[in-house]
Nanobody, 124 residues
Framework: EVQLVESGGGLVQAGGSLRLSCAAS????????IGWFRQAPGKEREGVSS????????VYADSVKGRFTISSDNAKNTVYLQMNSLKPEDTAVYYC?????????????????WGQGTQVTVSV
C-alpha cells in the first residue's frame, strides 16, 4: 500500500521560509515522480513542483520559480519542498502526490496517490 505523509507546514511571515517534507512508503522502485500541489480557499488545486525520483529531473510552476526548490533523499524515501521568500498568496493546503512514470509532471490527473495535506499560512 502506497502512503504519503506531509509535514512541515505552519504559519510564517511574508519573506520567511518553510520546508515541507513528503515521506513515501510502498513505492518499491525509483520509477515514479512526486508532485507538490496546493489549494487555496475558494480556488482550484494547482501544481507547484514535481521531481522524478529516478533521474532527479524537476519542474516548477512559474509562480514559484526561483523561490521554491524540490529535492529528494532517496535513502529516506522523502521529498522536500524548500520554500523561500514566501508571499501571502502562497497560503494554501499543500499536498504531495505520487505517480508511476519516468517524467516529472504537474498534470494532476496523472497522480494516483495523495497525502492528507499540510497547511501553510503566510501572514503579511
Amino acid at each position: 500500500e502506497v502512503q504519503l505523509v506531509e509535514s512541515g507546514g505552519g504559519l510564517v511571515q511574508a519573506g520567511g521560509s518553510l520546508r515541507l517534507s513528503c515521506a513515501a512508503s510502498g513505492l518499491d522502485s525509483d520509477d515514479y515522480a512526486i508532485g507538490w500541489f496546493r489549494q487555496a480557499p475558494g480556488k482550484e488545486r494547482e501544481g507547484v513542483s514535481s521531481i522524478n525520483i529516478g533521474d532527479g529531473s524537476t519542474v516548477y510552476a512559474d509562480s514559484v520559480k526561483g523561490r521554491f526548490t524540490i529535492s529528494s533523499d532517496n535513502a529516506k524515501n522523502t521529498v522536500y519542498l524548500q520554500m523561500n521568500s514566501l508571499k501571502p498568496e502562497d497560503t494554501a493546503v499543500y499536498y504531495c502526490a505520487a505517480t508511476w512514470g519516468l517524467i516529472a509532471t504537474m498534470y494532476e490527473p496523472e497522480y494516483d496517490y495523495w497525502g492528507q495535506g499540510t497547511q501553510v499560512t503566510v501572514s503579511v
